[in-house]
Every structure is written in structure tokens, then in C-alpha cells.
């Protein structure tokens, strides 16, 4: 049998860009093959991908191999499937696959795995070599429990939550090489309708400093009142939501937070009454430094969080609030501006 060494990273990109994601699998990858861009080579898909793949190659160092879908608007969950499926199967000593943990690797990747009879151990945010096996942790059980997972089959393939791992912006590397390729594809069964952006302005949260997040365990809409009040105190500040908050109309979409929706990395993030469910924890891990309100103290939000408080919030920030104005009142405290907690 071939003593498999290679890993293929999957990069991500949409509009013309490169994603973060894209950045944070190459650091996984690095990881994975002891800090050596030697046997690991990343793939690019899509038309027009020339000036992405002469920048994947120069940031990571590693060697690219572009292959040009043309005519390939946007994403196709038919022709990543089998181009790579195709593109893959060249390589015999194939031992990883690696793919963003995102809308688009969540739906070729386990497609992909099934091809190659592979395992497929998805949301990984956490690896260790123990005994000469590679150890891929997750999250289960809502961010409660990390699970450590071990794969039996020859080639496996991998979805990397975004956020965990991180390039040394230090890193010094010489460019990769690029290799382009052309790839026959054709869409059968599928057909793409385009792309709608959710409505209204979510600049405020990607921008603000400060970042008061609202879980479920605010328990209803009158409740938000104190989460945006305690927003407030802050300057350059803006009210977020887990994606249970914007079901429930407690805020408009565009205040959601996590995988599917918007990416923050203010100074300060306060996770109100939020479990942690991985899902959201991915939209905020780029945070300075997180404060958790909750009233289980086995909440997963704990694990990301730097001040860790065991209470009810609907006691407990009234109470904050309080004490903050009767401070404002005897100091004079100015009025913090810049504030953007309207939630539209
Ligand atoms: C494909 C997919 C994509 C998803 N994308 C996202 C996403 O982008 N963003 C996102 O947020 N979620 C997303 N989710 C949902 C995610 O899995 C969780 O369900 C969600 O994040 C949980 O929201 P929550 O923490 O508000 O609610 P819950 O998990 O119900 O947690 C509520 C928390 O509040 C605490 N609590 C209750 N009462 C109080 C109180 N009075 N005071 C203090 N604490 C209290 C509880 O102990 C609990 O920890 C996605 C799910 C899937 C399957």
C-alpha cells in the first residue's frame, strides 16, 4: 500500500476574492504537515481565477493548481463535486482533503468523501498527534462536549471551522508555484438563480468596537430593551443576535451572527443568554475579548469567553444599568457617541 502523505486544501473565494477561509486552511494544513509547505498543494476552481491563484500562491507559499472552469458563474455544487472528484483521483498518495466549513464546503465535502470511500469529519477546530495518529477534535452537543475524532480510511476528508487557525502573519515564505489546468464540466442537474443579499445596512456591526450579542436566553422581544440600553454605554457599539434572536423577529437578519451570517471581530463582544453552538462562535472568534452572561455554568460560550458571569441577564444587566447611571449621576459621566444599536 502507498504510505499516503498528501494533502490537497480546497480554497474558497466568491466575488473575485480570496476568503478568510482560504487562509485559515492553509494554517491548518501547515499544521497538519509539521509547519512544511512540502506535499500539500491547494486547488483552485472557478473562471477567471488567474489573479486569485497567483495570490494564494504568494501569501501561503504553497504550490496552486488553478483550474479553469470557464463559464462557471458562481458557485455549483455539480462541478466541485466532480472536477475535483476528477483532479483528485490523480493523485494516489492523497491522505487529506481539506474544505471551509462554510455553505460551500458543508455541501461538497461529505459528496466528495463518499466518491473515495473516505471518512468525512466535518467542523473540525482542533487537531493533536498522539502516538503517530492525528487526533481531530469538533464540537457536539450544542459546543458542550469536544469530540476527538480518528479516521480509519486512507484518504480523509476534512471541513475546517473558520477562525481556529490562523497563519503567522510573520510567516515568511518564497511564492508557490502555479500550475493551470482546464477542466470540462457540465451542469445537468442543477441550475443556479443567483445570489440575493439580505436587505438594510449590517455595516454597524462589522464595524463597531463593541459588539452586545442577544441569545434565545433573553426570552422575549420586551427584553431586548436592556440589551440595547446596555450597548449604549459604549461607544462605537452595535446590538447582535444568535440566528434563534432573528427567527424569532427579536432582530432583523442582518444583526445575525455566526456561519450564515455576518463575521465580527470588534474589541469587546458580550454574549448575552447565547449557549455558544458552534455556529455562532465561528461569526465571533476574531473578538478581543468576550464576556458571557449565562445562566448555565456549563454553557459553551464559557469556553470562548474571558470573564465568565453565572447570572440571569434580565437581572443582572437592570442591575448593571443601574449602577452604571448612578455613577453617571454622581460623575457626570459624557455620553458615549457613535453608537449604532437601532438593529436595522
Ligand atoms: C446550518 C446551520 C447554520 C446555523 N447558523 C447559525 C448562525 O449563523 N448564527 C447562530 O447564532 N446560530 C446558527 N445556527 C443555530 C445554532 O446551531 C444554535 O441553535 C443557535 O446559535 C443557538 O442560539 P442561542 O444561543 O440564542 O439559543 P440556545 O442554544 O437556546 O441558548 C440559550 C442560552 O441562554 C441561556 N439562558 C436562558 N435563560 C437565561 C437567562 N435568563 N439569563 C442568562 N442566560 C440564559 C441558556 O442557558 C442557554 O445557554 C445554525 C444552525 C445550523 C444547523
Redesign the pocket.
Known amino acids: 500500500m502507498v504510505n499516503k502523505t498528501h494533502t490537497a486544501v480546497i480554497a474558497a473565494h466568491a466575488d473575485g476574492r480570496v476568503l478568510s477561509e482560504t487562509w485559515d486552511l492553509v494554517a491548518f494544513a501547515l499544521q497538519l504537515n509539521g509547519g512544511r509547505p512540502e506535499n500539500i498543494e491547494i486547488l483552485v476552481l472557478g473562471d477567471n481565477i488567474d489573479r486569485l491563484a497567483e495570490e494564494i500562491a504568494g501569501k501561503s507559499g504553497i504550490d496552486v493548481r488553478a483550474i479553469f472552469c470557464t463559464g462557471l458563474t458562481g458557485y455549483s455544487s455539480e462541478v466541485y463535486l466532480s472536477v475535483l472528484a476528477r483532479e483528485l483521483e490523480k493523485q494516489a498518495d492523497l491522505a487529506y482533503v481539506c474544505a471551509p466549513h462554510n455553505s460551500q464546503g458543508m455541501d461538497y465535502a461529505p459528496a466528495l468523501a463518499a466518491r473515495f470511500g473516505a471518512a468525512c469529519i466535518s467542523g473540525v477546530n482542533g487537531i493533536f498527534l498522539e502516538e503517530g495518529t492525528f487526533f481531530f477534535q469538533k464540537d457536539i452537543y450544542?459546543g458542550k462536549i469536544k469530540a476527538n475524532m480518528v479516521s480509519h480510511t486512507a484518504t480523509t476528508v476534512l471541513t475546517i471551522q473558520s477562525g481556529v487557525f490562523k497563519l503567522d502573519p510573520e510567516r515568511q515564505a518564497s511564492p508557490g508555484g502555479v500550475v493551470r489546468t482546464d477542466a470540462r464540466f457540465a451542469i445537468d442537474r442543477t441550475r443556479f438563480l443567483g445570489v440575493r443579499k439580505g436587505g438594510g445596512d449590517c455595516a454597524g456591526i462589522a464595524e463597531a468596537r463593541v459588539v452586545v450579542a442577544a441569545?434565545?436566553?433573553i426570552?422575549e422581544l420586551e427584553n431586548m430593551e436592556i440589551i440595547h440600553r446596555l450597548a449604549e454605554l459604549f461607544p462605537k457599539s452595535a446590538v447582535a443576535g444568535?440566528?434563534?434572536?432573528c427567527d424569532q423577529g427579536w432582530l432583523p437578519y442582518n444583526r445575525?451572527?455566526?456561519?450564515?451570517?455576518m463575521t465580527v471581530a470588534p474589541d469587546l463582544y458580550v454574549a448575552?443568554?447565547?449557549?455558544?453552538?458552534s455556529?455562532?462562535v465561528m461569526?465571533m472568534r476574531g473578538a478581543g475579548f468576550v464576556v458571557a452572561?449565562?445562566?448555565?455554568r456549563q454553557?459553551a460560550?464559557f469556553n470562548e469567553a474571558d470573564i465568565c458571569i453565572v447570572?440571569?441577564?434580565?437581572t443582572f444587566i437592570p442591575l448593571l444599568l443601574e449602577i452604571y447611571q448612578q455613577q453617571y449621576n454622581d460623575n457626570a459621566v459624557p455620553q458615549a457617541p457613535g453608537n449604532d444599536t437601532s438593529g436595522g
Open positions: 450544542g441569545g434565545r436566553g426570552g444568535t440566528r434563534i434572536v445575525q451572527v455566526g456561519v450564515t451570517g448575552c443568554g447565547i449557549s455558544g453552538a455556529q455562532h461569526g452572561i449565562n445562566t448555565d454553557a460560550m447570572e440571569d441577564i434580565t
